[in-house]
């Protein structure tokens, strides 16, 4: 079965400090990788997707980065936070395009 | 614009009775539809998905019809139970598309009522 993990649970973060979360799926080889991101009371925004180790397509400008390093790996990272970076981040796996999406357990970021 | 759309905020239903959940969308080339199931402070989780060659799909309580004239797919749960309570997630895709994009609406909060 696969599983997927998400690191931290949990940050609190200062407005220009550097973020860096991350995520881990096994037992799934080449899957497609989302990161997501909810601000409080908003939508679900796809923010990053990567269907291959190394390749990163944003899909919303939010000042963040993306890097898949391994095919099991996904990391959302800034060099420097804003206050509008808080809220809940989410990474997804499928097995392709057009397929169910699973999510991690999330990381709850809160920027002062 | 907002391509998937919930219309209803909310929705309340007394335990036992059926509740429907709505989903609108935009685009004619979406041809993948999901219901995901979300606590707060929670990941969503995915409930039933449909692909457009079909227009019903069962999952024991849980129902998914399609209606793609109308764009228009919604979620029925038979003999709705407390434990149903929670946000209820739309979401579409285009399988065949460049963007890898699994488009959400902003949810509707179901409570049942004991």
């Known amino acids: 079965a696969q599983t997927i993990h998400q690191w931290p649970v949990a940050e609190i973060k200062a407005v220009g400090s550097p973020l860096s979360l991350g995520c881990t799926i096994k037992?799934?080889?080449?899957?497609?990788l989302y990161w997501y991101w909810q601000a409080t009371g908003g939508t679900l925004q796809q923010l990053f997707y990567?269907?291959?180790?190394?390749?990163v397509e944003s899909v919303v400008q939010l000042n963040l980065s993306a890097s898949r390093p391994k095919d099991d790996q996904f990391i959302l990272s800034t060099e420097k936070l804003l206050l509008s970076h808080s809220g809940f981040y989410l990474c997804?796996?499928?097995?392709?395009?057009?397929?169910?999406?699973?999510f991690g357990p999330g990381t709850r970021l809160t920027v002062l | 614009g907002q391509q998937v759309k919930q219309s209803s905020p909310s929705l309340t239903v007394q335990e036992g009775g059926i509740s429907i959940l709505n989903c609108d969308y935009e685009?004619?080339?979406?041809?993948?539809f999901a219901w995901y199931k979300k606590y707060p402070d929670n990941s969503p989780t995915l409930l039933i998905s449909v692909r457009s060659n079909v227009d019903k799909r069962e999952d024991g309580r849980l129902t998914v019809f399609l209606n793609k004239s109308g764009k228009h797919f919604s979620l029925h749960i038979t003999a709705s139970q407390p434990e149903d309570t929670a946000v209820y997630l739309c979401a579409a895709d285009h399988s065949g598309g460049s963007n890898y994009k699994l488009t959400f609406g902003k949810g509707t909060l179901l409570t049942v009522t004991p």
């Open positions: 685009n004619d080339m979406f041809d993948y």
């Open positions: 997804a796996w499928s097995p392709g395009q057009g397929y169910e999406q699973y």
């Open positions: 037992g799934k080889s080449s899957p497609n």
């Open positions: 990567s269907i291959t180790v190394g390749q």
